[in-house]
């Protein structure tokens, strides 16, 4: 059942990012120290830019820094997608559906840098800066 549904969720997605006039900033990719674990990269949706959002994001797979050096890396589980691709296009990134059609359903592009520090949930031994800016239909 999860897999047929899991199916037509992705086929829909990939079907709404070839037609949508208009696609709003849906998730960013933070790079920052993880606690005192090292240096880490999440993906966060745009309803959880915090720190707080940043504790709770998925880890980006393999890859401690996302910056234009980076080929490729995936996501897991963000927004109910079990897993994304990223693939440098040279002026960021496009996003695919790990094995779908081969569409592409978003890009990402570099942000400000902007520290995402200073608030409660991001205690001291943290430092998280927004990295890369996503423009998809995956969280929205």
Request: hydrophobic letters at 45%; charged letters at 15%; proline letters at 4%.
């Amino acid at each position: 059942m999860f897999a047929r549904s899991g199916r037509l969720a992705l086929a829909a997605l990939s079907l709404l990012a070839g037609v949508a006039p208009s696609v709003v900033a849906d998730f960013h990719i933070f790079n920052g120290t993880n606690g005192g674990k090292g240096f880490a990269s999440k993906a966060v949706p745009s309803n959880h830019y915090s720190c707080l959002g940043w504790r709770a994001a998925p880890l980006i797979d393999d890859l401690p820094d996302v910056d234009s050096t980076a080929i490729a890396f995936s996501v897991r589980d963000l927004c109910g997608v079990p897993q994304l691709n990223f693939y440098n296009n040279g002026a960021g990134f496009d996003v695919y559906i790990h094995n779908g059609d081969g569409t592409v359903i978003g890009t990402c592009r570099a942000a400000s840098g902007e520290s995402i520090n200073g608030a409660a949930a991001c205690p001291d031994e943290f430092a998280v800066f927004d990295a890369y800016v996503c423009m998809s239909l995956v969280c929205g």
